[in-house]
């Protein structure tokens, strides 16, 4: 009886369940209990310098810094196979059968099989011929490495000799490592028994040294993995742990009563430490393994070897994740009847952008070395509620890569710098962009003083470093007064429509339009009138010149081409609408009332559809080479014709401005990842996390999710819930309360910071409409109006919205 209620209550606390896994009831971990998930359904683990990725499998791999010029244990990318990993054996000693504690690499069959993803870990639990084994893997909030927190229990009513046995292969430095013939010979393993460790040192690092000469500097950095207790045997070679022609599933080492215990420089660089373990029936045994990266004259890796790698600290070590990572997700909580809404906004949004986007940089589908400028600025909008000071430093870090035009570069490495000077047209204007969101949040005028280098020499203010973003782009205008193209705008798959300078871009016009009316006031409060009077005036200009030139009769333009053609327009066989320039037409004002109703009736008409608003209609099936790539994308996928999430997020800006809730609410839940959760097979991707596209209509796999957890859309729809569709926001005067909600929702609350202080928000909508606000009360008493006070006091306000 007791079974059957536990079994009950336990399906109670399932959220969004099928036939994979499910959320748990407060969402902050997703379960999944069947590991032959449509794709790999991964966790990005970094606490800001070290980082791993992991699969419900057991793949993945581990880098410091950034996965592209700092890879530490080697992964190439394939998610179908999902075969590189760092794996653990298990194997009864007697028997001589043998499983891994993840499914991969062995795929045994289980008796149960079950892995949490959580805030910053991951456990794989799993039971094999009466053995559970619970495996635990984190990465070190302070520290350059992961932790992998084994435990293993004998619940076969017999005593079991047993061994686990870890095995990962090396890659330092640059990645992938296709020349793995060249680089190998440059690794050097050495077996540490007084650390039961294995350490690695490379002699190459692909960068050149002081004086410019190439392959002369070593990794700086000594890898390690290390065991808890004494292993039983080690080795450090690929082929006689695999056994040549051999395969991962069923190795070489498994035959094998010990490892060969090779090191050295004249094998292919590997790791694996193997334990063993005595088990009397119903007994439990917890080992510990570590891999980290020390880098020289800073770290020493013995010591930090020393401080992890044992059972206590592995379980100071979790609890201290767990704190980390509340002081990043807790300080805002939202409670409404939309349960899907709730666990995104609350947790996983803020995880994938923190840990994935601005830290680990690097997912399954997509592998970065560096920061883009537009990108990582926008995703450090996540910190303004807990650590604003955390985007404060991103935005320093962004102004610095600015050349003394104002033009920037379009990304760059995060170890030793360096990229590409972009002729895109939007890049530079994002920088004055997020100044507007983090000054109305902070008041912190101090940042635009802040003195930051130029890359080609000298040093401004941070606000100069914005007057000149602007200031550049109004040298970029066609004969019409339209912002140029250039190499593309923020869609960069119109990488050919404007290469000569002539093409334009309406949507650039739309967004320049709306940074100069933010910026504007910066300028008149720091007393440079004469700017402020210039970006004014080109402000009204652009409004008369993009409604002039831009409008289509239903909808706004997305581009011409260096010859002058319309792209997005009503005349063109394909690409006829663009979501962008009718969105952004709305955020920015320049659509009047009158065309802002258009456009949207327009994107709910063409665009908006079964999972979200797509970024064109009809999507390209013919390749046009003065348009660019987008257009050699398959018909449906990504940009062409696709869900672009980043962009279907600014659909529910767009909608709640125009005045229309329930189209917002509509444009969020299509891209709500929960709400997928009934057709995993035709979704694939992760129920929990954002991807950057879903197959559009014409695509043979409409609604497909791909390129997950590496997405700027992340950010943004968690913006789009707590900012627009709840409504409460900052603003300079303080934060306004606007809700924009299903007339359905009776009530909802909202606990957020702001400048110092908790407000605890509750939203009663007894009158059971969309929009309106009929009375605020703060701590008791009623104000006028409803942006609330700005208390500045460290202290906790109760607030009382009554719509109607």
């Known amino acids: 009886m007791s079974t059957v209620q536990n079994q009950s209550t336990t399906q109670q606390n399932q959220l969004f369940q099928n036939e994979y896994g499910y959320f748990t009831e407060n969402g902050r971990e997703y379960v999944i209990t069947n590991p032959r998930t449509p794709r790999p ?48 054996y298990l194997r009864d000693r007697s028997s001589g059968k043998f499983w891994s504690a ?30 559970r084994s ?6 070190a909030p302070d520290a350059p490495l992961e932790i992998m927190q084994l435990k293993i229990t004998n619940n076969s009513g017999q005593t079991r000799e047993l061994d686990a046995t870890t095995y990962f292969e090396w890659a330092p430095g640059f ?48 890898a390690f993995h290390a065991a808890s207790e004494q292993p039983s045997s080690y080795d450090a070679d690929k082929e006689s742990f695999v056994g040549m022609y051999g395969e991962e599933s069923r190795p070489q080492a498994m035959q094998d009563q010990e490892l060969a215990g090779h090191t050295g420089r004249f094998g292919d660089a590997a790791a694996s430490l193997r334990v063993a373990v005595k088990l009397e029936p119903g007994a439990s045994h917890t080992v510990v393994f570590t891999i980290g990266a020390a880098e020289h004259e800073k770290e020493d890796a013995a010591a930090l070897i020393r401080e992890y790698t044992s059972v206590e600290a592995a379980e100071r070590t979790l609890a201290r994740v767990h704190e980390f990572w509340s002081e990043l997700i807790d300080t805002e909580e939202i409670q409404t009847p939309d349960p899907a809404m709730n666990i995104m906004t609350n947790v996983w949004l803020k995880y994938q952008s923190i840990s994935c986007r601005l830290w680990g940089k690097t997912a399954y589908y997509q592998v970065s070395a560096g920061y883009g400028f537009r990108d990582q600025l926008q995703d450090s909008q996540i910190f303004l509620t807990n650590k604003p000071e955390l985007m404060r430093k991103q935005i320093l870090m962004h102004a610095s890569q600015q050349f003394q035009e ?9 170890i030793r710098g360096g990229g590409p000077r972009t002729r895109c047209s939007d890049d530079l204007l994002w920088l004055p962009f997020i100044m507007d969101s983090y000054l109305k949040e902070t008041q912190d005028y101090q940042i635009l003083d802040e003195i930051t280098p130029f890359l080609d020499g000298g040093e401004a203010t941070v606000y100069e470093h914005c007057k000149r973003a602007i200031e550049k782009s109004f040298l970029r205008f066609s004969p019409r007064g339209v912002p140029l193209m250039g190499e593309h705008d923020w869609n960069d798959g119109l990488s050919a429509i404007g290469y000569d300078w002539k093409g334009e871009s309406f949507w650039v016009g739309e967004f320049l339009y709306m940074i100069l009316g933010s910026f504007a006031p910066v300028a008149q409060r720091r007393g440079d009138q004469a700017f402020a009077d210039k970006m004014i005036e080109v402000q009204g200009s652009l409004k008369q010149t993009l409604n002039e030139y831009g409008w289509d009769g239903e909808w706004y333009l997305q581009a011409t081409t260096d010859d002058g053609l319309k792209v997005g327009s009503k005349e063109n066989e394909e690409g006829q609408i663009f979501l962008n320039p009718q969105i952004w037409a709305v955020i920015s004002g320049v659509a009047d009332e009158e065309r802002g109703q258009q456009a949207m009736a327009s994107v709910s008409k063409h665009l908006l559809r079964d999972y979200g608003s797509l970024l064109l209609y009809p999507a390209y099936t013919k390749v046009r080479r003065d348009i660019g790539y987008i257009t050699r994308y398959a018909p449906g996928l990504r940009e062409n014709g696709g869900v672009y999430t980043h962009a279907a997020t600014w659909a529910v800006w767009a ?28 979704y694939v991707g992760e129920p929990y996390v954002t991807p950057g596209n879903s197959d559009g209509p014409i695509s043979p796999n409409y609604g497909r999710g791909g390129w997950t957890w590496y997405t700027g859309s992340s950010q943004w729809l968690q913006r789009m819930a707590t900012n627009w569709i709840l409504g409460v926001r900052a603003e300079h005067e303080g934060l306004l309360v606007d809700p924009s909600i299903p007339s359905e929702w009776p009530e909802f609350s909202y606990r957020r910071n702001f400048r110092g202080a908790t407000y605890l928000i509750h939203v009663d909508n007894a009158a059971g409409v969309s929009r309106g606000v009929k009375s605020i009360t703060v701590d008791g008493k009623e104000i006028e109006g409803n942006i609330l006070p700005d208390f500045q006091d460290g202290k906790k306000h109760e607030v009382k919205v009554i719509m109607g």
């Open 175 to 222: 990645a992938p490592d296709e020349h793995r013939e060249f680089h190998k010979i440059f690794m050097n393993s050495e077996y540490r028994e007084d650390l039961n460790a294995i350490q690695l040192e490379k002699y190459l690092w692909a960068f050149p040294d002081e004086k410019g000469r190439s392959n002369n500097v070593s990794w700086p950095y000594t």
């Open 41 to 88: 359904w991964s966790n990005i683990i970094s606490n800001g310098d070290y980082s791993f990725m992991v699969s419900q499998a057991g793949g993945g791999a581990s880098w410091r810094g950034n996965a592209g010029q700092n890879r530490i244990t080697r992964l190439f990318q394939d998610v179908i196979k999902d075969s590189w990993g760092k794996f653990i």
């Open 102 to 131: 993840a499914w991969k690499p062995v795929m045994a069959e289980f008796e149960h099989y079950e892995v949490r993803h959580g805030i910053g870990y991951s456990v794989f639990t799993q039971q094999v011929d009466g053995i």
């Open 134 to 139: 619970e495996l635990t893997v984190f990465v």
């Open 406 to 414: 104002g033009d920037v570069l379009h990304w760059w490495f995060t």
């Open 655 to 682: 909608y709640t401005l125009a005045g229309q809730p329930e189209k917002a609410y509509e444009a969020y839940s299509k891209i709500c990842p929960p709400n997928r959760s009934d057709d995993p097979n035709g």
